[in-house]
């Protein structure tokens, strides 16, 4: 190759190459241009998933009732967490706890188009005295664990659209904190009537793996401080992690709450489970939570 045959060999190459090392450049600023903001966003890491595979069953220090002392109702009682469009697709503890705000709508359609009603968790115990009229085959409790601002944004207008009840466990001490709900927003939540508020502790704490004055302090503070804050009744308790045993639940019971939700797969209630009712994990449905909810035996 002679020179002139060379230097117009590098004029067609430099360009691809230019082009090429402007490409590679163009998308490592994009990422990390995306990932900065991205950070900014959500600079709080989302707090351990509550669906905990070592809380599925019912702790072995709960003593055994008979079935025949209690009627057992199915109260499917749905549990979510955060309702959005996920943008970090890395964040896998929030990807795993997701339903989509599209999925949340279809299965609100579907249940309203089925005639289902909702209640809230503090109904239980009046559903099995019998105090509240209920259909057993169109009936389905939804909660909302942890308070994140989400459930503001993308799952409260929806609720009101479609006239549905729920029920909201926030943490206390995280209210206010970024990614969570403020008490404002919490304030307008509650002024819809459509929203009751559970609680969720102080601060998300394993209960059945700190001591009985901490498990104590956050039972009773939690309801305390909801109380005062909100002037509202609490009524209803989760369990962070659905971690309990039996000192747990009796603390919870001595606190004067009236029904507490872990997170047991199930969906047949009843006296004996009033402090450990069981729930179905959200985004097991897709898009016919309704078909799914009749077709569940248990
Ligand atoms: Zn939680």
Do not use: C
């Not at 070592?54 to 199915?74: C, F, G, M």
């Not at 939690?222 to 045993?245: C, R």
């Amino acid at each position: 190759m002679n020179k002139k045959n060379k230097i117009i060999a590098l004029v067609k190459i430099w360009p691809v190459k230019i082009a090429v090392l402007f490409l590679i450049a163009a998308i490592l600023f994009l990422n990390s241009f995306y990932l900065f903001n991205h950070k900014e966003e959500h600079p709080q890491k989302p707090i351990p998933s509550d669906y905990n595979a070592k809380n599925l069953v019912k702790p072995t220090d709960i003593p055994e009732k008979p079935a025949s002392l209690s009627a057992q109702l199915k109260i499917p009682i749905v549990m979510y967490h955060y309702v959005e469009y996920v943008q970090d697709k890395g964040d896998h503890t929030r990807l795993s706890l997701d339903t989509t705000p599209y999925t949340f709508e279809s299965e609100l359609k579907s249940l309203i188009n089925e005639g289902y009603q909702t209640y809230f968790v503090k109904d239980i115990p009046k559903i099995l005295e019998g105090k509240i009229k209920y259909d057993l085959s169109k009936a389905v409790v939804l909660t909302f664990d942890d308070g994140y601002e989400d459930f503001y944004l993308n799952a409260f207008p929806l609720i009101k659209e479609y006239h549905v009840k729920a029920t909201l466990f926030p943490i206390y001490d995280f209210i206010n904190k970024q990614g969570f709900l403020t008490d404002t927003e919490i304030r307008e939540i509650i002024a819809s009537g459509l929203v009751e508020i559970g609680s969720h502790t102080l601060d998300h704490v394993g209960l059945k793996h700190v001591s009985s004055q901490v498990a104590q302090k956050q039972i009773v503070d939690s309801k305390k401080d909801l109380e005062q804050e909100f002037g509202i009744k609490v009524e209803s308790f989760a369990y962070p992690f659905g971690a309990f045993n039996n000192n747990v639940m009796e603390m919870v019971k001595q606190a004067s709450y009236s029904a507490a939700v872990s997170v047991i797969p199930g969906s047949i209630q009843s006296e004996n489970n009033l402090f450990y009712l069981s729930r179905i994990r959200a985004g097991f449905f897709s898009y016919n939570i309704a078909g799914v909810l009749s077709a569940l035996k248990k």
